[in-house]
């Protein structure tokens, strides 16, 4: 009897065999499964993934290959040059794999894609990692959405085919044998140095961890989302982002999981609220589909004269947390700490970053890009935009983000600072989010000393804000309605 060749399944950001459609598919072929991963940097540029990512795959990879009894093989190059040579190696001739949506990634699959099936090779591809296909969802006279309520509610709820149900794992009874590839650790993602330890602690990459995060979420957080996720301070959100981004769960199995176990009335708008969070990452995932400049090129082309400041020492001190503004302080800190930042914070550093310093977005979507374990091409460069005024559907630049009111209002115990500005834990809350104000008898008993134990303001907020707001106004034909 003739050895049947493999059908390749090749991973990408859908790193779990529950509810994906490719992995489904390649198995029903009835040939034996061969699994691979490309780590293609190459191709990817300026968006191979960064020192975080790279921590958060190697532990995705390794979690997967467990549950494909290792047999999970893994190449390092460009993929357009793998791929096919593997073909060729291992005469298989149906090849599967699950969409990705980066401008590189099309470009790069649709080419493959083409060759393979010129040579006679049976190529499918699926949706694996978003609810609605980009394409699937546009206005009626044809073109992309800019808005994301209609888009949402009109777009996808209204027009576009329901998210589909999860499909259950499939069973799968044999690998081929041979071992083409290399190992996980050869990819050398890990870095040299264990600076990784906090985020270490803080999360369980892969299959069983996104479950456990929903599970946990849906028990708790969803209870108190809409007023909950504006706090950094309390535990109201899913932080499903990186395994949602590493398709270690799919948008349906959250999308559908959520619906049955929220299926009461009392429960109803909360789920709503939360359901929509996911809408906002279609729309991202829009935005970037049908713009690929996205992440380099402000949408309102109007910003490309806006006179962006350079301040090195500015952006050293935002990066690392030392800006002076504790809410500030504590969302870099985070970031750096944990790999994560809450959103409301990501929104007030965002603001601080290009509004009272007038840096750049790209300064702060490079720094994301390197620092988050969920930094995603489409979400990160959607919501730069966005929280810099030039975006869909932005935030206008002219409201600029105070962050001692936001601090007050949004970490009104000072949880949330002391956890990560801990030099400040002593001061009565009343100061916390303003310690300059601190009378010099409350700096003697709590022992801060301004400029030395905390630093000073990297700006003066007033000031900062006319700044802005005269740089605003110098584009001519940017209306301040
Ligand atoms: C400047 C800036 C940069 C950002 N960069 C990223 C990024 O690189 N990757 C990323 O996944 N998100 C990014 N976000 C969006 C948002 O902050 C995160 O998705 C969210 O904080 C993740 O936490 P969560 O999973 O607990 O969210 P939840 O509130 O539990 O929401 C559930 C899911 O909905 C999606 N979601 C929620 N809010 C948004 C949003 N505003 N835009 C798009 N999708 C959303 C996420 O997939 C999230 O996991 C950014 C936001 C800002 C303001």
């Not at 009109?154 to 149900?165: E, H, I, Q, V, Y």
């Not at 906090?198 to 108190?224: C, Y």
């Not at 944990?338 to 310093?357: A, D, E, P």
Request: aromatic share 12%.
């Amino acid at each position: 009897m003739s050895k049947k060749p493999p059908v390749i399944m090749w991973f990408r950001q859908d790193l779990r065999i529950t509810d994906n459609p490719a992995l489904t598919e390649a198995i029903e072929t009835g040939s034996p499964l061969l699994p691979i991963y490309i780590l293609d940097d190459e191709n990817a540029g300026d968006y191979s993934p960064g020192a975080a990512s790279r921590w958060w795959l190697h532990n995705s990879l390794q979690s997967l290959n467990a549950s494909l009894d290792g047999n999970l093989q893994c190449f390092r190059g460009k993929a357009d040059e793998v791929l096919p040579a593997l073909v060729q190696r291992t005469g298989s001739t149906n090849i599967y794999w699950n969409r990705c949506y980066e401008p590189w990634r099309i470009e790069r699959d649709l080419q493959i894609k083409a060759d393979l099936r010129n040579s006679g090779h049976h190529v499918s591809s699926f949706n694996g990692s978003l609810l609605f296909e980009p394409h699937d969802v546009a206005k009626a006279d044809g073109t992309p959405y800019k808005v994301f309520t209609p888009f949402y509610r009109k777009g996808c709820l209204g027009n576009a085919p329901p998210p589909r149900l999860p499909l259950a794992p499939p069973d799968i009874r044999s690998y081929e044998k041979s071992s083409p590839g290399s190992s996980i650790d050869d990819l050398e993602l890990m870095p040299a140095i264990t600076w990784y330890d906090d985020i270490a602690a803080t999360w369980a990459p892969g299959e069983d961890g996104a479950q456990e995060r929903l599970d946990t979420f849906l028990e708790t957080g969803i209870r108190n989302y809409i007023d909950g996720r504006n706090r950094p301070d309390l535990e109201s959100v899913s932080r499903l982002s990186p395994h949602l981004h590493f398709g270690e769960i799919s948008p349906q199995q959250v999308w559908h999981v959520a619906s049955a176990a929220c299926n009461i009335a009392a429960l109803e708008s909360q789920l709503d609220h939360f359901l929509s969070e996911l809408g906002w990452r279609e729309f991202s995932h829009h935005l970037l589909f049908h713009w690929p400049d996205l992440p380099k090129k402000n949408l309102q082309s109007k910003f490309d004269r806006f006179p962006w400041r350079d301040d090195e020492d500015a952006l050293h001190r935002w990066k690392h947390g030392m800006t002076g503004f504790p809410i500030v302080d504590a969302g870099m800190r985070e970031l750096w700490e944990t790999g994560y930042m809450h959103n409301r914070v990501r929104m007030i550093v965002g603001s601080f970053l290009v509004k009272n310093l007038m840096l750049h977005w790209h300064h702060g979507e490079r720094w994301f890009w390197d620092t988050l374990v969920d930094a995603d091409l489409a979400n990160n460069s959607a919501s730069w935009q966005w929280i810099a005024g030039c975006g869909a559907d932005a935030a206008p630049y002219f409201r600029i983000f105070n962050p001692v009111t936001q601090g007050n209002k949004f970490d009104p115990d000072g949880v949330y600072v002391r956890r990560f500005v801990p030099e400040l834990a002593a001061l009565p809350n009343r100061y916390l989010h303003s310690p300059w104000d601190a009378p010099d008898d409350i700096c003697e008993s709590t022992g801060f000393v301004p400029g030395q134990t905390y630093p000073n303001p990297v700006v003066d907020l007033k000031a900062s804000r006319e700044r802005a707001l005269d740089a605003f106004r110098s584009l001519k034909g940017l209306a301040m309605t």
